[in-house]
Nanobody, 121 residues
Framework: QVQLVESGGGLVQPGGSLRLSCAPS????????MGWYRQAPGKQREWVGS???????NYADSVKGRFTISRDNAKNTVYLQMNSLEPEDTAVYSC???????????????WGQGTQVTVST
């Protein structure tokens, strides 16, 4: 069964940092485009940022300058580095990726299981 596996969430104080990671399982599948989303309690899911296969990243205005998406192609993993965290960043964060087979054939669009990020004193 193909899935995206997330890790790195947790509790952090305001102004702190966390790094989330997202990788496909089995690891043989290749990440093409990747997006991060979040959903706070009582709110709709919102887009946080995206990273293309070529490495170009775009961000929501609410996180621009504080969050950075990067990828390690050798590890087939995409990261969301979150700095200067604010209580308003508290949410369940999910990754979404287009995966390809090792031979370059499109596999599908997948979501991670979500990881909780809580920013609080």
């Amino acid at each position: 069964q193909v899935q995206l596996v997330e890790s790195g969430g947790g509790l952090v104080q305001p102004g702190g940092s966390l790094r989330l990671s997202c990788a496909p399982s089995p690891a043989i599948f290749v990440i093409n485009t990747m997006g991060w989303y979040r959903q706070a309690p009582g709110k709709q899911r919102e887009w946080v940022g995206s990273n293309t296969a070529g490495g170009t990243a775009n961000y929501a205005d609410s996180v621009k300058g504080r969050f950075t998406i990067s990828r390690d192609n050798a590890k087939n993993t995409v990261y969301l580095q979150m700095n200067s965290l604010e209580p308003e960043d508290t949410a369940v964060y999910s990754c979404n990726a287009v995966l390809f087979r090792p031979n370059g054939v499109f596999l599908g669009d997948y979501w991670g299981q979500g990881t909780q990020v809580t920013v609080s004193t």
